[in-house]
Structures are given as C-alpha cells and as structure tokens.
C-alpha cells in the first residue's frame, strides 16, 4: 500500500471484485488486490479465485500458510476494511471442481448382487471336476 491516507472500503465495493480478471479479498481486515497474485498461488488459481470479494481470514489461517506467505500477502494491501461495513449475508460462490472431482461424484461402484453365489457356484464346479479326474 502507497504512502498517505489509508483508503477503506466497504463490503459493497469489495464484493464487485470477484473474477480471477479483478480480485479482492479481505484478509485480518485489510483489503488486497490479489489479481496479480492468482496465477502465482502455489495451491493453483481457485482456491483464491473462489473467495474473490470475500473474507478469507478462517480460511487463511486454516491453511496454516507459511510465514512467508503472511509477508508475502503484505504487498497486495490496497487498503481497510471500513469498521462500520456490514458483511453481507450471502451464500458463498460454489468452489470451483475440476474433472477429477465432478469424476469421484459421479463414481458408483457396480455390484453384481449375484457375484457371492457365482463364486460359490464355480468353487464348487472346480471341486466336482477334481473330485471325478482324481477318484
């Protein structure tokens, strides 16, 4: 953040930043512009991307980030929180799943209900067969 006057900012102008093209997220209250950062994000662009307009705090800290990545997100600060701004109420965008994802949601596994009695049924074929070649 620039020298001067800290600039604050309400939730209303936070929230219209939510694509990975113009990014902001509020994090320990300060507001960051991370849309430099997205493509950089060692964890991939979505997990950022996902909570562009958001607080990401609990997230943030649920992570455990590094030291370094406490610093590091120092340099995208662009300003406050606006103490008197409400969090609006608000369902939280879908996280974004890749294919392997929509691909484990959609597994079913097949099971053949008659599997356990076709097994039994060919032990004990196999047996009968030895039975009659070795008496």
């Not at 996902?50 to 030291?67: A, K, Q, R, V």
């Not at 409400?86 to 596994?109: I, L």
């Amino acid at each position: 953040m620039s020298d001067g006057a800290t600039k604050f900012y309400t939730w209303e102008e936070i929230r219209k930043h939510n694509s990975d093209k113009d990014c902001w997220v509020v994090l320990y209250d300060n507001v960051l512009d991370v849309t430099k950062f997205l493509n950089h994000h060692p964890g991939g662009l979505d997990p950022i991307n996902d909570l562009g307009g958001y607080n990401i705090t609990n997230s943030f800290e649920s992570i455990g980030h590094s030291e370094y990545a406490v610093n590091k997100s120092k340099e995208y600060i662009i300003g406050k929180l606006d103490p008197t701004s409400q969090e609006p109420k608000v369902v939280r965008k879908p996280v974004a799943q890749n294919q392997s994802v929509q691909d484990f949601k959609t597994f079913t596994v097949k099971t053949d209900p008659l599997a356990g009695i076709k097994k039994a049924i060919i032990a004990i074929i196999v047996i009968l067969l030895a039975a009659y070649f070795y008496s």
